[in-house]
């Protein structure tokens, strides 16, 4: 019989950082490869294959992922300095998606959130008045017993949250890999458009992060997932910050008021947040999107 992989974590509360990592070894080696014990004696650290988040110790060709240390474990060009799940994902990411372009996006959004909340490291700048952002850190957080429950518990939910990573995981690598997949196609419209303010894409497919290298791109017209309907979509310079957004007095009109306000008979809505509107047609869509930069 194979002897399965020996891996260690530390023992008491879990957070994020640790869970994420045993969800990637997991994904990277199977589940049923790996014998993870949550440990703090020294000797099972000694004997084990892989250590994360304790042991005090950073060398990936010996399998030994911790960021306590004194020192650290070095940090990205953004200063968001590494956990133990960055580091395993450092070593492990570009394996598991495919592509470095993957790996890096899913680091950006996902790995780099939590590494920070791990290392105390602010990046999200709260708003008086306003809740805190419910992060992934906070989820992890919640399966932790309270105060008045028992501690027996930890290992238990451990397995339960980090099963849940594992299939989070599994759905950021299919997300990451489809927008990978989907840039040559937005750049091959980008270079056939003759006007390069509109971009007209022939597919459902992910087009944010590659319309990023196009800044005069203003507008994205493409079809919705069923194929009834042409959406236009304003192209945003920040969050919730359009480049150009559509006339102020189309806003949260449908069907005949816009069809009315817009001069265009097929469109069918345009939200009140000014960032989309569509149409039953690629023609109408495209209409949409050329009345709006004449604006």
Known sequence: ???????????????????????????????????????????????????????????????????????????????????SFGLIWKKYGEQLTGSKLAADAIDSWLVQA????????????????????????VIASAFGPTWEEDESVLDTNFTYITSFARELLKREIAQARARVHAVPLVVESYEKAEDKRILVLDGYYPWMSAVKEFPEV????????????????????????NKKSFPQEWAGLKDEELQKMSGVPDAVFCHRALFMAAAKTKEGALKLAQKALAQ
């Open 1 to 83: 019989m194979k002897t399965r992989i020996k891996v260690v974590t530390h023992d008491d509360r879990f957070h994020a950082d640790d869970i994420f990592g045993v969800a990637t070894l997991q994904l990277v080696f199977g589940v049923d490869a790996l014998e993870i014990i949550r440990t703090r004696d020294e000797k099972m650290i000694a004997e084990a294959d892989i250590v994360l988040d304790v042991g005090g110790e950073y060398d990936p060709e010996r399998g030994r992922f911790d960021h306590h240390q004194p020192g650290g474990a070095g940090e990205r060009v953004n200063s968001i300095q590494y956990a």
């Open 114 to 137: 939590v590494d920070a909340g791990d290392n105390g490291i602010p990046i999200a700048r709260p708003i008086e008045g306003m809740p805190s952002e419910y992060v992934i850190n």
């Open 218 to 241: 203003l507008f994205v017209v493409s079809p919705n997932k069923e194929g009834n309907k042409w959406r236009v979509n304003a192209v945003q310079e920040a969050l919730f910050v």
